[in-house]
């Protein structure tokens, strides 16, 4: 490495081997406008190997430095990286200490070397203040305390410089429900805020079943244990639907006088709400949600209140526990029913005038926004930055932020891209009990506490409200292009197996005879197959041909579509969301897609279960999804489900039901058997909701 350079940057691209030239071209180029003196570019495998050789010895050679070093590791936005190396250099000159930097410039995570003599008396102290300078200094930048190494026992004391007392507190709540005995490594990571013995008693909680009536053990950490009750109406919130009319005429009589009451109750928190949110977000829906079986206490017509503001949404949620109302988070509200009929719906919380772009630093590729706002509109916004979000939109552009990652579900290009939930780094939930949250930040790297973005993420509403999402964003890509083909199911499956072992396509779906004329793909019967490669103009020309021939080998008609935006959209919003459906997916090893498929076609004929039946399949990943008409008998989709359900738990897979009238639902659970995961689920829910007041039944039914 040069002895007189400031700095050495190395940098190394992947991909195949058609466009990594150019992409080397346009780095060096880059470099060079941005004022590198020099660009050197490795001529083969070996000389890669020095350079990564050079970098990985760098510990080992500031130890030429000084006998003792600490490592420390914080992460910042790339776009701070210039003035918070320069502080970095400032701290280190004001404890007369020396300093070396060793760093992912890539992710902004930073590993200042802190050089120092153990046989100094002095020298510890001095390197532990600078430690935290420099620590505080990173989380000022809009950093976190750490990227990639933890937190464990040195940086407990660092983790309030980023985290609430009450993200904190819920961090200690998700760790009670894994692990209630308090075994594991107690009192690392998370600062107690009266000693250890406490840790031991926020693990050792007694757990209930979510609703259960139990109060806080004495001694339990604020916010750690929550009293609870079961989720019953007070007497001034009853619903009118609680009440039914009898034959006698002295109870009649009663019970209309009930009823009055409990309307003008009603009134009164409609008033209340509108106080908050005003009156036009005010509203009664028509439309039932919930269990309506053999079930007199189902809310039929639930409020819906639509916040425009975390701090009114807040409000809300306050106003809803203190009035003991069963709260249902919701974005678009475009697929409420999703999971098990719900046990009691009072109330519907929409995010959907949350919808403002909060943050977007093109140069940090991340952008932090409402959750109420559609992903369609932000993908907009930073397109103009050349940026995107890899995720599909799962509807025909409704869906907001927070109901894409409550959700979770990923489409045709988590393939190559990842799950929604690889792209979430930061985000603000709103706990059942008016808590607001954070949890991640946003940085790209970060392992600061624990990572509750993974666990609000697809929990489809049951543990919290999301407010507020952080991305990690991609590049807009140079090129795109979409192969199509048609022909036999078998032939088209012999051709994708080939393409994944070759090329490197961002998504592949197999599409049904029925759904392939909706997308215009098909000129030929049977099933079709899209391909979709993206990157530099010559990766993509170079797959493209190679695609087209291999589909051409295997006798299978094929073209291009430049402009493939289109297709991929359509393939999105085929499943809209409506109630008249029948709609499930499927998740298999890839390997054993092709076994499942073959029922697919079989049940294609099966008008009596699965009427007017169409799917696609991700050849990639393993991911099938089917949309149906409604049966006319229910009890032939519900056989028929049996079936294919125990079919996919053979091969290792799982059958979730997505949206289904009542009717199926009663008789077919949505999610299938949890085994395992069962208890787990129900302790996480206990813990954060523990008056099953956020969507009770979605997921598990009460007993």
């Not at 040069?2 to 180029?29: H, R, T």
């Amino acid at each position: 490495m040069p002895l007189d350079a400031q700095a050495v940057l190395i940098v190394e691209l992947d991909g195949i081997e058609a466009g990594i030239d150019d992409d080397a071209a346009q780095a060096e180029n880059i470099l060079r406008e941005h004022g590198a003196r020099s660009v050197h570019r490795a001529t083969d495998a070996n000389e890669r190997k020095k350079l990564w050789a050079a970098r990985k010895g760098a510990f080992g050679a500031v130890g030429r430095l000084s006998p003792d070093i600490m490592i420390q590791d914080a992460v910042v936005p790339r776009s701070r990286l210039p003035e918070v190396l320069a502080e970095t250099y400032r701290i280190s000159a004001r404890h007369k200490i020396q300093l070396a930097n060793v760093f992912h410039a890539g992710d902004g995570n930073l590993h200042p070397l802190i050089c120092f003599d153990l046989r100094r008396g002095d020298d510890l102290e001095r390197v532990r203040q600078a430690g935290r300078e420099i620590m505080e200094t990173c989380v000022r930048a809009g950093g976190s305390i750490t990227g990639e190494h933890g937190v464990g026992l040195d940086k407990s004391s660092y983790l309030p410089l980023i985290f609430s007392d009450d993200d904190m507190a819920v961090m200690l709540q998700v760790r009670a429900a894994f692990d209630p005995s308090g075994l594991c490594n107690p009192g690392k990571i998370i600062p107690l805020p009266r000693g250890c013995g406490e840790g031991r008693t926020v693990a050792t909680v007694e757990m209930s079943e979510p609703g259960a009536d139990r109060g806080p053990r004495a001694g339990s950490p604020r916010g750690v244990v929550v009293a609870t009750g079961p989720l019953q109406p007070d007497e001034t919130s009853r619903n009118t639907r609680d009440v039914g009319l009898s034959d006698k005429p002295r109870d009649r009589t009663a019970q209309k006088q009930a009823l009055i009451h409990n309307k003008l109750s009603e009134a009164r928190i409609a008033r209340e709400f509108a106080l908050i949110v005003g009156d036009q977000s005010v509203r009664k829906l028509s439309d039932s949600i919930g269990s309506s079986k053999n079930d007199t206490s189902v809310i039929r017509q639930p409020l819906e209140v639509a916040p425009q503001s975390s701090e009114a949404a807040t409000q809300v949620m306050r106003l809803a526990l203190k009035e003991s109302m069963a709260v249902v988070p919701a974005g678009a509200a475009t697929w409420i029913d999703v999971g098990n009929p719900l046990e009691r719906a009072d109330l519907i919380v929409s995010t959907r005038r949350m919808n403002r772009m909060l943050h977007h630093e093109p140069a940090d590729l991340v952008a932090t926004a409402e959750a109420g706002l559609t992903l369609s509109a932000f993908q907009k916004q930073i397109a103009l930055a050349g940026q995107w979000l890899p995720i599909d939109p799962p509807d025909d552009g409704r869906a907001t932020l927070g109901g894409v990652i409550a959700t979770g579900l990923g489409g045709p290009h988590s393939f190559g891209f990842g799950s929604p939930r690889s792209f979430v780094i930061g985000m603000r939930v709103l706990l059942a009990d008016g808590r607001s949250i954070k949890a991640g930040g946003n940085v790209v790297k970060n392992v600061a506490g624990y990572d509750l973005c993974k666990l609000f993420t697809g929990s489809f509403g049951t543990l919290g409200l999301i407010t507020e999402l952080t991305f990690k964003l991609r590049p807009l890509p140079a090129e795109s292009r979409t192969v199509v083909a048609s022909g036999p199911l078998a032939s088209l499956i012999t051709a994708a197996r080939k393409a994944l072992s070759q090329l490197s396509p961002v998504a592949i779906e197999l599409i049904s005879p029925r759904l392939a004329p909706d997308l215009q793909i098909a000129k030929k019967s049977g099933c079709a197959l899209m391909m979709r490669f993206v990157g530099s103009p010559r990766s993509v020309i170079t797959q493209t041909a190679q695609a087209l021939k291999l589909l051409r080998d295997d006798g299978t008609w094929s073209e291009t579509l430049d402009d493939d935006t289109k297709q991929w959209s359509r393939l999105s919003s085929v499943p809209v969301g409506s109630a008249d459906e029948l709609r499930w997916r499927v998740a298999l090893r890839p390997s054993d897609l092709a076994a499942f498929l073959g029922n697919m076609i079989e049940l294609e004929d099966d008008e009596a279960s699965h009427p007017g039946l169409s799917w696609h399949a991700g050849l990639g990943d393993g991911r099938l999804r089917a949309i149906a008409r409604t049966p006319v008998y229910h009890r032939e989709a519900v056989r028929a489900l049996e079936r294919l359900r125990q079919q996919a738990e053979n091969l290792g897979g799982s059958l979730v039901v997505e949206s289904a009238r009542d009717e199926i639902k009663h008789e077919f659970d949505a999610w299938g058997d949890f085994g395992s995961g069962a208890e787990l689920m129900k302790r996480v829910k206990t813990q954060l909701d523990p008056r099953n007041s956020l969507s009770p039944g979605r997921f598990v039914r009460s007993a």
